[in-house]
């Protein structure tokens, strides 16, 4: 049985300074759910992961970082004559990150119902889901749905983290309806503090809700009672990642029957490691580091 079940779109990154001014930048692949799966992974748990690349280096690139990670990757999809999405991430001292996304017709954003495998998503311990991969267009949604409703059929524990990216939304207003849908649909809700508006229907005490909030740490809503944890003190390289390392810590207690407490404990604990690192993934800790 899978543990984690998880699809999106898997992309290349280009991280350097100031674009028009540097001569190096450093190459990677990335995505939450990439991320999240990998992670998992490195922690012993059985992920698998659905998603399209195109038939490219990128893509190649991709494929060889999960199954050198040991996820499952029976379900990924090479698409002839598309492209791999990328993003180029630029640093610039005393300023946030700029992100350019040049993902519009890639192959990632090709994912359609009829790839999600509705046996194996029931056959899975839980399904994990982003508002990113929702928001990459009509096909990408119904996929997503699709896949929240196998597992709502076969009563399989459903996760969703938010992950609004304004720039992939025609509006406000259509990503709360959609992000508000999802989250209704879940049992485990990860968002963070300014994403608690976007989500307001499913903010009740039916589900274990997650936040992230920011340099304060992180707090969980579980059994109507609240539980707070405190962020590592770190230096950060690079926030990118953090969020998905995060879940993935969390989820990965919660596989392990650990308590609520103990749960935000790991989930800080993988979120740190991201940030420490120049790639979203490549620093997160396996099974034996964790001790």
């Known amino acids: 049985m899978t543990d984690v079940y998880t699809l999106g779109e ?26 999240l799966a990998i992670a998992l992974a490195r922690l012993g748990h059985r992920s698998a992961y659905l998603g399209k690349v195109g038939d490219d280096e990128l893509g190649a690139r991709v494929l060889t970082a999960l199954k050198g990670e040991g996820v499952d990757v029976e379900d990924m999809r090479v698409s002839g004559g598309l492209r791999t ?4 991430r630029e640093t610039r ?36 889901v982003t508002g990113i991969t929702a928001g990459l267009g009509r096909d990408a949604l119904d996929a997503v749905r699709t896949a929240v ?23 406000v207003r259509e990503a709360e309806e959609v992000l508000g849908e999802l989250a209704c649909d879940s049992h485990l809700l990860f968002l963070r503090q300014d994403e608690l508006d976007l989500v307001k229907p499913a903010l009740t005490t039916e589900r274990e809700v997650v936040v992230d909030r920011g340099a304060k740490g992180a707090s969980v809503r ?27 810590g969390y989820i990965s207690a919660a596989l392990d029957g650990l308590i609520p407490q103990e749960r935000l404990h790991r989930g800080a604990l993988l979120s740190a490691a ?8 490549q620093g997160l800790p ?6």
């Not at 999405?85 to 180029?88: A, Y």
């Not at 040049?102 to 056959?123: E, H, K, M």
């Not at 196998?150 to 509006?171: D, H, Q, R, T």
């Open 10 to 35: 898997p992309l290349g990154v280009v991280s350097s300074g100031r674009v028009r001014h540097e001569s190096e930048a450093r190459l990677d692949v990335c995505g939450p759910e990439f991320t």
């Open 85 to 88: 999405g990328l993003v180029l």
């Open 93 to 128: 001292v005393g300023r946030a990150q700029r992100v350019t996304q040049y993902r519009a017709g890639s192959a990632g954003s090709r994912l359609t119902p009829g790839n999600v495998p509705i046996d194996r998503i029931a056959a899975s311990k839980m399904l994990h």
């Open 149 to 171: 409703s196998a597992a709502k059929n076969a009563g399989v524990m459903i996760s969703f983290s938010v992950e609004y990216v304004p720039e992939l939304w025609p509006s």
């Open 222 to 248: 579980a059994d109507r009672m609240r539980y707070d944890v405190q962020g590592w003190q770190v230096p950060i390289v690079d926030t990118s990642g953090a969020g998905e390392a995060f879940a993935a």
């Open 274 to 281: 991201a940030v420490t690192s120049v790639s979203d993934w």
């Open 286 to 291: 396996t099974r034996y580091e964790l001790s």
